[in-house]
Nanobody, 120 residues
């Protein structure tokens, strides 16, 4: 049974950093592109980072470019999201996703999410 389990969320002050992790199991991790989405209360879900199967390419929206970095360790079946210079508007539940047919394909698996709160 495929499973994605996020961790690393929490409360951080503006300007601070957090590193999210997503551990995958139950499927062949290294043939899936991976991504992170977030959803804040009352807002639509937003894609914040995507990475190819071997980590050679990444993509970010302007809202997080230069502040967030996605990476993966295929030996550990884990994808990471390093978030720096955090802002209150980054507050959301963050989800990791697995895409079987490339970065632009519909996610096949979702995690349960981890809460990130940026507040002083």
């Amino acid at each position: 049974q495929a499973q994605l389990v996020e961790s690393g969320g929490g409360l951080v002050q503006p300007g601070g950093s957090l590193r999210l992790s997503c551990a995958a199991s139950g499927f062949t991790f290294n043939i899936y592109a991976m991504s992170w989405y977030r959803q804040a209360p009352g807002k639509e879900r937003e894609l914040v980072a995507t990475i190819t199967t071997n980590g050679s390419r990444t993509r970010y929206p302007d809202s997080v470019k230069g502040r967030f970095t996605i990476s993966r360790d295929n030996a550990k079946n884990t994808v990471y999201l390093q978030m720096n210079s955090l802002k209150p508007e980054d507050t959301a539940v963050y989800y990791c996703n697995a895409h079987r047919y490339g970065m632009d394909s519909r996610p096949e698996y979702w995690g349960q999410g981890t809460q990130v709160t940026v507040s002083s």
